[in-house]
């Protein structure tokens, strides 16, 4: 079965810095991978997906994640984090066809000021 | 607007009651999945339906039961609630043929209270 992990339940960044989240998949074969973002009483909006045409997935709102077969990672980042960034994030894993997402436990971003 | 309508956007009932939550997906979309989140569970898959059939079962309780209707719109029963039924449930929807990655595009939720 495919699986998710989302190490940290809680970041928190100063604005301006670095976002990282992590995410780790089991797969026993390539998955595709997502990104989903939920801010406060919202549903979740897909920031960016990976399905193996490029290691390197940029997505929306300055936001790209990195495929690391190696390393079995899928890990978010933003070079500069901003007050609008601070939200819920989903790390979630998928087969091929029309199958539902499995998803992490989720990581909640703060951005101090 | 993701496209994706969820009504009620809250609810609130009492233990031992039924409600039906109801999800449009989005135009064209014939996969509908509905998924519970709470706090100590997260996001949890509970069903999909694909063109008014079953397509696969998540951790759906068997006092909760979904629907596709022929005009694709779909609904989610849940009976003989308890106080741990109190979650967001969301309905998403994929498009119909999917090439490669199944996106999922959701709804803003339906909030239960239980009390």
């Known amino acids: 079965a495919q699986s998710v992990t989302q190490l940290g339940s809680h970041v928190s960044v100063s604005e301006g810095a670095l976002v990282l989240l992590r995410c780790n998949y089991s797969?026993?074969?390539?998955?595709?991978l997502f990104w989903y973002v939920q801010y406060p009483n919202q549903g979740l909006q897909l920031l960016l997906k990976y399905t193996s045409a490029a290691t390197l997935v940029k997505g929306i709102n300055g936001f790209e994640a990195e495929f690391k077969k190696s390393e079995t990672s899928f890990h978010l980042t933003k070079p500069s984090a901003h007050m609008s960034d601070a939200a819920e994030y989903f790390c979630a894993v998928s087969g091929t066809g029309r199958r539902a997402l499995t998803f992490g436990s989720g990581t909640r971003l703060q951005v101090q000021p | 607007d993701s496209g994706v309508t969820q009504t009620p956007k809250h609810l609130i009932t009492a233990t031992g009651q039924r409600v039906t939550l109801r999800c449009s997906p989005r135009s064209g979309d014939l996969s509908v999945y509905w998924y519970q989140q709470s706090l100590d569970q997260g996001l949890q898959f509970l069903i999909q339906?694909?063109?008014?059939?079953?397509?696969a079962k998540g951790n759906i309780l068997e006092r909760f039961s979904a629907q596709q209707f022929p005009d694709l719109h779909s609904e989610l029963n849940l009976s003989s609630l308890e106080l741990g039924d109190s979650a967001l449930y969301f309905c998403?929807?994929?498009?119909?043929?999917?090439?490669?990655?199944?996106?999922?595009?959701f709804g803003a939720g339906s909030r239960l209270t239980v009390l």
């Open positions: 339906y694909y063109n008014g059939e079953e397509r």
């Open positions: 797969s026993s074969v390539p998955p595709y």
């Open positions: 998403a929807s994929s498009a119909t043929i999917p090439s490669g990655a199944n996106v999922l595009t």
